[in-house]
């Protein structure tokens, strides 16, 4: 499955350059050409997905299996204390580019990438409601 107009399916056909990590039969890494630090990986399925929820469960976990050795890889090699794992679904989420992708985003202490974090909270019974019905989805 490829959509020819697909910036990210057009690298993992290899018609336009990335600066390439890893690559398999389900996946592959490169790092992004904007990057937040120095490092900043993107992992990527072969297969065009817009976002994670349209992906078959067997797909997403042969493409998730490389988070832990690339983000090893990342901070092994730039020497970052930590690193956060993003992935945007949707504009309304700042996605960009509609070909799913998992950052790995190098962090340091005082480093200029933040979060707007606005932690809120449920009323009494909201929490068990809305996991009741969450639940109810899952099935
Ligand atoms: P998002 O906002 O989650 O859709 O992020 C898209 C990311 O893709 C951005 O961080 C871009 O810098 C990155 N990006 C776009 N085009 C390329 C490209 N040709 N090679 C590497 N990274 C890219
Ligand atoms: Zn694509």
């Known amino acids: ?3 020819s107009d697909c910036i990210f399916c057009k690298i993992a ?3 336009i350059p990335c ?4 690559e398999d039969d389900s996946a592959i890494a490169f ?3 904007g ?6 990986a993107l992992l990527i399925p072969r297969e065009h997905y817009v976002t994670v929820d349209q992906m078959p469960a067997d797909v ?4 998730l299996k490389h988070l832990p050795a690339l983000g090893r890889a990342v901070q092994a090699a730039v020497g970052c204390e930590g690193f956060n794992i993003l992935q945007n679904n949707g504009s309304v989420a700042h996605q960009v580019v509609p070909h799913v992708h998992f950052h790995v985003i190098p962090r340091n202490p005082d480093d200029e990438f933040g979060f707007n974090w606005p932690a809120g909270s449920y009323p009494p019974g909201r929490i068990e ?5 969450i639940r109810k ?3």
Do not use: F, N, S
């Open 129 to 133: 409601q809305l996991a009741e019905d």
């Open 19 to 22: 600066t390439k990590l890893l």
């Open 137 to 139: 989805h899952l099935k």
């Open 13 to 15: 056909a290899g018609e």
């Open 60 to 63: 997403a976990a042969d493409v």
């Open 35 to 40: 990057p937040l630090a120095p490092g900043h």
């Open 31 to 33: 790092l992004d050409i």
């Open 1 to 3: 499955m490829k959509d």
